[in-house]
């Protein structure tokens, strides 16, 4: 069987490097997704040839690095006839309309998709996760294929995998847990990660090898990259770090995306919650706000960024790549710089009655912070 990966449209540039696709960028318990796609077509499948188009050689070596025994080739991939990949746009449920896969290539829906094992040929969206039922029919094999075209829809499919995959707690004899620390609930623990005194993870966790958790922080439901280093006496709650981030102390970091290499200095965070309690909005192309679905989203920042201390990042904002935010700063509006001065709120200097509230007649109203 030949299995051909596609080009769709996403938005998900600030967690993938130029000239990379979702398939080779993200990860998900620390396998790329094009390995792991490649892995779930394989038990149904017997796959001969694998296609990848012509742009992104970083996913052709990973395809001949772990699979070299299967015959790989590049094509040129016309973007223009690709029908996009939304969730919007397809059901995500079995029924009786879904697309039968008895031509000789077909491309695949977003949803669950039924094959019998004879199909020549097979296409994926390269921002697509395939899952495989634990127990399909007897007579039809099944595909869950879900499409990843807006960060929200990767951290769901990131708490999705971490329920359905991680069942049990698992700690690598070589890792290193403080007596004083508690596992809570199924946990995977790879080589060489260190966990500090007084801390707590609760499942269901990932932390890949190399890790280290300081002392007293509290990490729960999370999707932790290889040699991602947690300070002390910080939070960080149902969020994926892609791997080789620093994150200083009582920092407090939730519902968020992290990607690789990102500094967060000392007593900085990410919002997830509006006051009002509407659902987040994210800000994508030309302005446009959309709707995340939730009213708990906090971040997304880009590769090589460097947060200072002091800062905090609003609810369904996005730093690009390499952004550097002075300590201090408020990000209340979507960047399009990449260094933000000291003392702002991005997009607006403060004033001196801002920042010191040099007010006679009534005390400044701090409204309550929503529990989280």
């Known amino acids: 069987m ?18 990379e696709c979702p398939a080779s960028s993200l990860k998900l318990l620390g396998q790329h997704l094009i390995i792991r796609n490649i892995n779930q077509v394989g038990k149904i499948f017997a796959i001969k040839k694998i296609m990848i188009p012509d742009e992104f050689r ?12 299967i015959n790989t080739e590049e094509f040129y991939d016309d973007f223009n006839n690709i029908v996009d990949h939304d969730v919007s746009s397809h059901s ?25 094992g ?22 039809t094999k099944s595909l869950l294929v879900d499409s990843v075209v807006y960060p929200w829809d990767f ?22 847990v403080a007596k004083s620390s508690i596992i809570s609930g199924p946990c995977i623990i790879e080589d060489e990660v260190s966990i500090d005194d007084f801390c707590k993870i609760k499942g269901p966790t990932y932390i890949s090898k190399g890790s280290f958790i300081g002392m007293s922080s509290l990490i729960r439901d999370c999707m932790f990259g ?24 009582q920092n407090v970091i939730l519902d968020s995306m992290i990607g690789r290499n990102v500094w967060f200095g000392g007593y900085s965070g ?21 709707d995340t679905g939730t009213d708990h989203f906090g971040a997304v920042v880009g590769n090589n960024c460097a947060v200072g201390a002091s800062v905090i990042i609003l609810p369904g904002r996005r730093l690009p790549h390499n952004t550097v935010i002075q300590a201090g700063t408020i990000v209340g509006k979507q960047l399009s710089d990449t260094v933000i001065q000291a003392g702002t709120i991005v997009g607006k200097q403060l ?7 040099r007010t006679t007649d009534r005390k400044p109203q701090i409204p309550s912070s929503p529990s989280i």
Do not use: W
């Open 155 to 176: 951290l769901n499919i990131i708490h999705k995998t971490l329920h359905e995959e991680v069942t049990q707690t698992i700690i690598s004899p070589n890792a290193s």
């Open 351 to 357: 004033s001196e009655q801002e920042i010191y509230l």
């Open 2 to 19: 030949k299995l051909i990966f596609r080009k769709a449209s996403h938005c998900l540039e600030s967690l993938i490097d130029k000239d």
């Open 118 to 139: 004879n199909e020549e040929s097979f296409q994926i969206p390269l921002n697509a996760v395939l899952h495989y039922p634990a127990s399909p029919s007897s007579d």
């Open 226 to 249: 290889s040699n991602t280093r947690i300070g002390f006496n910080c939070e960080i709650g149902k969020s994926y770090f892609a791997g080789d981030d620093k994150i200083s102390h």
């Open 92 to 116: 995500s449920t079995d029924n009786s309309n879904s697309p039968s896969f008895n031509s000789a290539t077909t491309a695949t829906p977003v949803g669950k998709i039924r094959l019998n």
């Open 58 to 69: 970083n996913a052709l070596k990973l395809v001949q690095d772990n699979f070299p025994s």
């Open 270 to 290: 990410t919002a997830n919650v509006l006051l009002n309690r509407k659902n987040v909005r994210y800000e994508i192309g030309n302005g446009r706000l959309m």
